[in-house]
């Protein structure tokens, strides 16, 4: 697979280099042929989202903040295979939305991810997903996605 810089440069998006953690684990895995990425925060840069969906943000912001959360993955995915070419396949995306008890819109919100990573690498992009609502998440971020990412190592 490969990203398509044109349409990251035309949505004003940008891949920075993959944060260090802020805890006690590592951002990625690799296990056979699968890379299991750690929880990214809604946070890539200058754009960085934090409060309840529901009652600080909208779903469009919402939406954002998951764009911004799958750049931070993406970012580590290319730390740590150099780049996007031995990827075969996004597998699955996590996806859990600091929001009210009332709001229900958890899947919009994910929809920010999952529609740009399909944008970015074509329909090969397609993965499973949960979105799940819950009452906080680290730093008091918006959006925390975790990913499942198959490779072929022929092409490291």
């Not at 906080?136 to 971020?141: K, T």
């Amino acid at each position: 697979m490969q990203l398509n810089m044109r349409i990251l440069e035309e949505k004003g998006l940008k891949l920075l280099p993959a944060p260090t953690p802020v805890g006690s684990y590592v951002q990625c895995i690799r296990t056979g042929n699968l890379l299991h990425l750690s929880g990214g925060i809604s946070v890539n840069g200058e754009s960085s989202f934090y409060g309840k969906l529901g009652r600080d943000l909208a779903v469009e912001e919402g939406q954002k903040a998951a764009e911004a959360a799958i750049l931070n993955r993406l970012a580590v995915i290319q730390a740590e295979l150099g780049s996007f070419e031995p990827v075969t396949r996004i597998v699955a995306v996590n996806g859990f939305v600091n929001c009210t008890p009332e709001f229900t819109d958890q899947a919009k919100v994910l929809n920010g991810a999952s529609d740009l990573l399909v944008e970015l690498f074509g329909q090969e992009a397609a993965h499973s997903r949960s979105a799940v609502g819950v009452a906080s998440l680290p730093l008091g971020v918006a959006v925390e996605i975790n990913m499942i990412v198959e490779f072929d190592p022929s092409r490291l």
